[in-house]
């Protein structure tokens, strides 16, 4: 695997190793968590004091378009967490070039902002029918370089698309990030390791027929797995409701707060103890997110 960056002070990194590795409630990482989505709107402020009381240190906030650069850096100052700028795939369509204007422009001025950690949400979506995948590539392309320009690392959305993703990877190198909410075989996840990228584990683990994934979480070599919930989507299993019950009315809103279930529910799977998937996938976040050493929480502090 690529060394890990080093962006961060010594001193930092030691504090938050200290604070995730400290006795008593597990302290974790949600590397991916859309807190602007409108699912939210009525009770964010208690969606984000849910998280701090579970053990949930730090959350990344990744914006999906022009539009809500704004929203998702004034959620991260006003609630202090982290967030990453940048353009998603399913909303390439509606992007135009000058919205990667928008986007080196943002990344410039908030350049020295502790709380930008990341260029995503950016990637390549193959199983959205009707997405142009020219005008995808060429957005991914353009993110790619401006995340290396800026010396920042991605976060990384990549489905039915996982070897094109990864030829652009090897061609413009990268600092890393995250392959989020992973969902390929484990030579796929080795592919991305050696490109020094980890992958995100999250509620889809907690289904028993979720054979593939669950088998990659239990194979995976510890140091390359993230936390991340993707709230409000991909709710767990104890969270999902059917279709009969949704049409009747039935919500099945993810949420940050699940990290330290589905975090008891992959260290089960692996055979770890819920401490050391914490600590271990914490550190881990931070080695590939650097900026986060300085801006980690615990519950009794926060
Ligand atoms: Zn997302």
Redesign the pocket.
Known sequence: MAPPPSAHSPADAAAADAIARAPGQPTWIDT?C?LDAAEFDADRDAVVERARAAGIGQIVI?A?DAGNFERVRELAHRHRLAYALGI?PMCTDRASPGDLDVLRDALARHAGDPRLVAVG?IGLDHFIEGLDRERQVAMFVAQLELASEFGLPV?L?VRRAVDSVLKHLRRIRQVGGFA??FNGSEQQAGAFVDLGFRLGFGGAVTFERALRIRRVGRALAQAAIVMET?SP?IPPQWRYRTAEARAAGATMRNEPAELASIGVELAALRGETVEALAAATTANAIFSLPRLAGLLTRADDA
């Open positions: 991916h859309h990744p999906v998603h949400e976060l959305h989020h909410a993707d989507d």
